[in-house]
T-cell receptor
Framework: GQQVMQIPQYQHVQEGEDFTTYCNSS?????IQWYKQRPGGHPVFLIQ?????EVKKQKRLTFQFGEAKKNSSLHITATQTTDVGTYFC????????????FGIGTKLQVIP | DAGVTQSPTHLIKTRGQQVTLRCSPK?????VSWYQQALGQGPQFIFQ???????QRGNFPDRFSGHQFPNYSSELNVNALLLGDSALYLC??????????????FGPGTRLTVL
């Protein structure tokens, strides 16, 4: 079945350093979504990428969708303690309505 | 504009018991999806309801069932609880648009502990 893999699983960075998490799918995705989950919280939608090679920015966050639409990345510039949490990518099942498969997530710790 | 609400927030049950979790979608949304999130894992899709019908289902046994009401709210029922059912159960609502994957808004979740 479809798999969505994320690396790394854990990342500790010093405040001010950059951070990148990568997402790879075993199948071509029609789109990819990114979510952030704070400790003890629930996933919060960040962004959806649809087009091949698409790049979107949200302040210090940069999201990329690969040309083959099988991988994606999230890059955070100059991390802050408010960036702490687990970042998930999620891709829809091909042919499915809104059924999505989540990656295992990358847990980000920012050391002040 | 109320977001997605879930009840209860926490629940403790024993093995073999049955549980019902409830979800009210965000105003204007008509689709509800349920997810199970075990500790340290990503959410796992259980099923999705649209127009009071189960539209998609993940790899979960028949012990997991659901319902959607005319007002779009939804229930998740789990029978014959196992220790492994302990998890955070998340409800996500969205608006069904033909041929697209719309943004999902997650509720705060129900933390289920099975003893």
């Amino acid at each position: 079945g479809q798999q969505v893999m994320q690396i790394p699983q854990y990342q500790h960075v010093q405040e001010g350093e950059d951070f990148t998490t990568y997402c790879n799918s075993s199948t071509t995705l029609s789109n990819i979504q990114w979510y952030k989950q704070r400790p003890g919280g629930h996933p919060v939608f960040l962004i959806q990428l649809v087009k091949s090679g698409e790049v979107k920015k949200q302040k210090r966050l940069t999201f990329q969708f690969g040309e083959a639409k099988k991988n994606s990345s999230l890059h955070i510039t100059a991390t802050q303690t408010t960036d702490v949490g687990t970042y998930f990518c999620a891709g829809p099942y091909s042919g499915g309505y809104q059924k999505v498969t989540f990656g295992i997530g990358t847990k980000l710790q920012v050391i002040p | 504009d109320a977001g997605v609400t879930q009840s209860p927030t926490h629940l403790i049950k024993t093995r073999g018991q049955q549980v019902t979790l409830r979800c009210s979608p965000k105003s204007g949304h008509d689709t509800v999806s349920w997810y199970q999130q075990a500790l340290g894992q990503g959410p796992q899709f259980i099923f999705q309801y649209y127009e009071e019908e189960e539209r998609q289902r993940g790899n979960f046994p028949d012990r997991f069932s659901g319902h959607q009401f005319p007002n779009y709210s939804s229930e998740l029922n789990v029978n014959a609880l196992l220790l492994g059912d302990s998890a955070l159960y998340l409800c996500a609502s969205s608006l069904a648009l033909a041929g697209s994957t719309d943004t999902q808004y997650f509720g705060p979740g129900t933390r289920l502990t099975v003893l």
